[in-house]
């Protein structure tokens, strides 16, 4: 029995070719092209690298004792190691939106712990009150 060569990175010849035949067909280069427009269209930028938000937050909680707020995550991987968000995009603009809005809900409710409070203005200023309709994911799962 002949077995096939598989490359360095894993893929055999057959399945090289299988999917160069995909990159450049119609579904391939719709899907691309759909890709490319999603990726322009962003106007915040995660700055963490290859370590998943659910890595940095079950360090967080290894680290602290209690489970990282949506907010602090969304800061933490948006922020580079000095603190700073990226220039042109968006990103400060809305931490400064969601921290104002931690505030003005400690004022109409403050028996909530600041989690809580971070939690509810992050998820009400990421979807604008509105619950989204298609499953959203940022850390804690869908």
Not at 64 to 85: E, Q
Not at 91 to 120: G, H, R
Request: aromatic share 8%; charged share 30%.
């Amino acid at each position: 029995m002949v077995s096939e060569v598989v490359s360095r990175h894993g893929i055999s010849g057959k399945e090289w070719v299988k999917l160069v035949r995909y990159w450049y067909s119609d579904k391939g280069k719709k899907l691309s092209e759909c890709g490319k427009e999603a990726r322009a269209s962003q106007t915040q930028f995660h700055r963490s690298g290859s370590n998943s938000y659910a890595n940095q937050q079950a360090d967080y909680e290894d680290e602290h004792g209690v489970k990282m707020s949506l907010l602090a995550l969304w800061i933490k991987t948006h922020s580079g190691k000095d603190g700073t968000f990226l220039p042109n995009t968006l990103t400060e603009d809305f931490v400064d939106d969601a921290k104002a809005k931690v505030e003005s809900l400690k004022i109409v409710d403050p028996s909530k712990s600041q989690q809580e409070l971070e939690n509810e203005a992050f998820e009400d200023t990421m979807h604008g009150g509105k619950i989204p309709e298609r499953p959203v994911g940022y850390g804690l799962g869908v």
